[in-house]
């Protein structure tokens, strides 16, 4: 069975300041890794996909990368905001979506 | 586009009722997931469909839970009894294409809470 660990469980950090998020997982033989943000009370948003074939992912300030052969991604959050506080999940997909606990963010202004 | 669309947002229900959860996917999407997250063991699949098909069941919790998908728009998620440990936040999912893992787009999530 897939075991999906993240860490920290929580983070608080400055305005401006990098933020780095760690998510490990048990079971190489994946297919894709995505990773989430979640605001309190609401849904998931869809931050980044990133497949086997790739070792990482960009979008704007967000950037996450992928080794599978050590069961790990990161999720790099470049010059952090208020705005990003949010609890972030990981999720590997093998033959369906096995979800990290999650790490939440403060960014303090 | 609209996303995905789940109804209602907030259920409140007493024990021993019949509970039902819609989800509207994104249209054109072949696929459609229901979760379900606690504080005590986060987000797990419930099922999931593949064109209207169910293809994976192995996480819902008990016969008192079904899924239907009568058509390729529509979906539902009933309880019937429920009982206070349903208490939980249920998510409806969509994604494009015949595997789970294409990317998967959530709806906002239908909060139950049985009394």
């Known amino acids: 069975k897939q075991e999906v660990t993240q860490i920290p469980a929580a983070l608080s950090v400055p305005e401006g300041e990098n933020l780095v998020l760690n998510c490990s997982f048990t079971d190489s033989a994946i297919y894709n890794l995505q990773w989430f943000r979640q605001d309190p009370g609401k849904g998931l948003t869809s931050l980044l996909l990133?497949?086997?074939?790739?070792r990482e992912q960009t979008s704007g300030r967000l950037n996450a990368s992928l080794d599978k052969s050590s069961g790990r991604s990161t999720l790099y959050i470049a010059a952090s905001q208020p705005g990003d506080s949010a609890t972030y999940l990981c999720?590997?997909?093998?033959?369906?979506?096995?979800f990290g606990a999650g790490t939440t963010v403060t960014v303090r202004a | 586009d609209a996303g995905v669309i789940q109804s209602p947002r907030h259920e409140v229900t007493e024990m021993g009722q019949e509970v039902t959860l819609r989800c509207k996917p994104i249209?054109?999407?072949?696929?459609l997931f229901w979760y379900r997250q606690t504080m005590m063991r986060g987000l797990e699949l419930l099922i999931y469909?593949?064109?209207?098909?169910?293809?994976?069941d192995s996480g819902m919790p008990e016969d008192r839970f079904s899924a239907k998908m009568p058509n390729a728009s529509f979906s539902t998620l009933k309880i019937q009894p429920s009982e206070p440990r349903d208490s939980a936040v249920y998510f409806c999912?969509?994604?494009?294409?015949?595997?789970?893992?294409?990317?998967?787009?959530f709806g906002p999530g239908t909060r139950l809470t049985v009394l």
């Open positions: 469909f593949n064109n209207n098909v169910p293809i994976d």
């Open positions: 990133i497949q086997s074939s790739q």
């Open positions: 999912a969509s994604s494009l294409g015949y595997q789970p893992y294409n990317e998967q787009f």
């Open positions: 999720a590997v997909i093998d033959y369906k979506l096995s």
């Open positions: 249209s054109g999407h072949n696929s």
